[in-house]
C-alpha cells in the first residue's frame, strides 16, 4: 500500500529576511522528520515573503543559502522539504519552486504565471516548463500560487493506456486574505477535476505592505474534500496521510477522464 505522509507548515514571515525565516522555520519544525512525514512544505517565498525587489533579494542559485538550508534540512530530517525561493539564475530572476531531496539532490520548477497585479511580471521571469516529481509511489505536479487560477496549465489528461500524469497537485502561495475565498475554492476545483488530491500552503500574518494573509492552508482529497483545514489567521503544521490505493480505486470506479476533452499547450508543452 503506497501512502505519503505530508505535511502542511503555516507561518507568519519576517519580510526580506531569509536568515530569520529559516531560524523560524527550524524552530517551527523541531524534531519533525522521516519517523513522522515523507514531504515537509513551506510557503511561496518563505525566505523572504512575496517580494518584488528581485534586484537585491534574489539569490544566485549556485550559492543561495536558503537553497542550501532546504537541502540540509531534508538530509538531516531524512524528507523532502519544499517550497520557493526568490533566485536568480544565468541573468533571470525567478520565484523558484525548489524541491530537496534527502540524498542531496534537488529539483526546481519556475513559477509559470506570474502575477502582474503586483509587477511580478516586470520583476521575474516566466517558467516553461511543467514539472512532475516522485515520491513514495506518488508523482506530483509541482506550481505557485497565481497558477492555481489557470486549469489548463495543470489540466491532466490520462492517454488511451489509461495513465495518469500525475497523482497529485502541490501549490504553494503567499495569497492574500481579500481573495481567500477564490483560493479555498480553486484548491478543491483542481482537485475535483483533476481527480487528485492536492496539497495547499499558504502564509499568515501581515507583510511589510500591509497586505494580511489568512492561511487556509490545506490537503484535500480526490473528491475536494478537506483533510486539513485549520481556522483562519492559525500558523499551524499539520500532517495528514495521502493512500495511492484508494485513489486509484475512485479512477477505476467513477471514470470520469474517459469523457474529458483533449487540447494541446502551447510554448511546446503538449499532451
Known sequence: MSELRTTLVQCDLRWEDPDANCRLLEETLGD???????????????ATGFTMNSREMAEPMAESRTVAWLSEQARRRRCVVTGSVAIEDEGHFYNRLVWARPDGSRVHYDKRHL??????????????ERVIVTLKGFRILLSVCYD????VWLR??????????????LCV?????????????????R???????VIGVNRVGE???GLGYAGDSMLVDFKGEALIDEPRDTPFVETATLSLDELQAFREKFPAWRDADHFTLSDGVGY
Open 156 to 169: 491532466q489528461q490520462p492517454g488511451p493506456d489509461e495513465h495518469f500524469e500525475y497523482d497529485a497537485l
Open 148 to 151: 492555481l487560477r489557470f486549469p
Open 173 to 189: 502561495a503567499n495569497w492574500p486574505a481579500p481573495r481567500r475565498h477564490p483560493w479555498r475554492i480553486l484548491l478543491q476545483a
Open 207 to 209: 507583510d511589510a505592505k
Open 191 to 197: 482537485a475535483i477535476e483533476n481527480l487528485c488530491p
Open 115 to 128: 502575477f502582474r497585479m503586483a509587477g511580478e511580471h516586470e520583476r521575474y521571469a516566466m517558467g516553461h
Open 32 to 46: 519533525l522528520g522521516g519517523d513522522d512525514t515523507d514531504l515537509i512544505v513551506l510557503p511561496e517565498m518563505f
